[in-house]
């Protein structure tokens, strides 16, 4: 089969690999779309300790069942699947108390386990028996499932801030999934949504998700704009949805009094040391946590979501590539001139 293989730090090359062999456990995917990730441009720069090149990346995707191992009863030959990322082992303290994204040995599809952009991925019996693997129904398409993975961790980043019917939630980033975040607050009841963004053409080509507030926070003081929309008390939910050390400081200034503050993006290693007034968050009675992919039911209730049209995850889709164009899918992905990129290996 034909995969693209991140053979070294920034270098991806597209090639002919062996097509993977299931066992009684595991399953064959044939893949039809699988999505370009930040976590997926940051191992093409910077690799991770949960990937070993030559490895093959990619875990928002979906494809369809070609092969099933004799002792596997959840799936069958022509299911179609959305695949998440975050694997459960099923085992230990964390998976058995049901967050199983808070796992100590932290399995994923596209890291330990191969990923998807290939035009066939195994599934072994970890990922078929505990795995962000679903069911997707026909008029559901292959692009729109694969984007219920960005989705997931959408669902488990609100569920984690508790956004309740009235609140005013702030978005720091306004990328694919800064952009979901906004989407989903408001169908939770999020009385006003405000999305802040460093690049003007960025935050205009996001104004499409419908935040009631849209503010250039390279043009504006973000921090004095939240709180003349708030009355001057602050955003009850503040996420931040970018790798910038300065929107977690803006975060929790602009925060209400005993808001939700959650951050949401990851920072890069050599800058995720951030010099927070603690005072704040004690003055305030800040709520500050993080969040971190999803668990298996969010990828399901994602599914559901995108398959309702309640989420029209083809709005999320700016650029396809096929998978001999890999290397340009990233560099698209990279530029952010779009949204999400997706790559058709079959």
């Known amino acids: 089969m ?3 293989v991140l053979e070294e730090l920034e270098r991806l090359i597209v090639k002919d690999v062996p097509t993977p062999q299931i066992d009684d456990d595991s399953v064959l995917v044939k893949v039809y779309a699988c999505a370009v990730c930040g976590s997926d441009i940051r191992m093409f720069h910077h690799g991770s300790n949960r990937l070993t090149p ?3 990346m990619g875990h928002e995707a979906a494809g369809q069942v070609t092969a099933v191992g004799a002792n596997v009863t959840k799936f069958k030959v022509g299911d179609r699947v959305a695949m998440g990322g975050d694997v459960p082992c099923g085992e230990c303290a964390f998976c058995e108390a049901g967050i199983g994204n808070n796992c100590q040995i932290n399995y994923a599809l ?3 386990f191969p990923g998807s952009f290939a035009e066939y991925v195994v599934l072994n019996r970890m990922v078929v028996n505990h795995g962000p693997v679903h069911i997707v129904p026909d008029h559901v398409s292959y692009e729109e499932a694969a984007l219920a993975e960005p989705l997931a961790c959408c669902l488990n980043a609100l569920e984690l801030s508790n956004v309740h019917f009235g609140d005013v939630v702030v978005v720091l980033g306004a990328g694919p999934l800064g952009c979901m975040l906004i989407e989903v607050a408001k169908r939770m009841g999020a009385i006003k949504t405000i999305l802040i ?5 960025r935050l205009e080509m996001a104004k499409a998700f419908g935040a009631d507030v ?6 504006d003081d973000a921090v004095r704009r939240v709180l003349d929309e708030t009355h001057g008390l602050g955003a009850d939910v503040v996420l931040t949805a970018n790798p910038s050390p300065e929107s977690q400081v803006d975060a929790i200034t602009m925060a209400k009094n005993r808001a939700r503050v959650n951050f949401f993006g990851g920072l ?5 040391i951030v010099p927070l007034d603690t005072n704040i968050i004690h003055y305030k009675e800040l709520f500050v946590h993080g969040s971190h992919g999803a668990m298996p039911r969010h990828h ?3 599914v559901d979501l ?5 989420i029209n995850a083809k709005h999320y889709i700016s650029h396809r590539f096929s998978l001999d164009q890999a290397p340009e899918a990233f560099a698209a992905a990279e530029g952010k001139s779009g949204l999400r990129v997706i790559i058709a290996p079959s």
């Open 214 to 219: 849209s503010i250039c926070s390279s043009e």
């Open 2 to 4: 034909k995969a693209a």
């Open 54 to 56: 030559p490895a093959i």
């Open 110 to 112: 596209g890291y330990q």
């Open 197 to 201: 963004n460093r690049s003007r053409p």
């Open 306 to 310: 995108i398959a309702a049209g309640t």
């Open 300 to 302: 399901q209730k994602a």
């Open 268 to 272: 890069p290693k050599d800058h995720s």
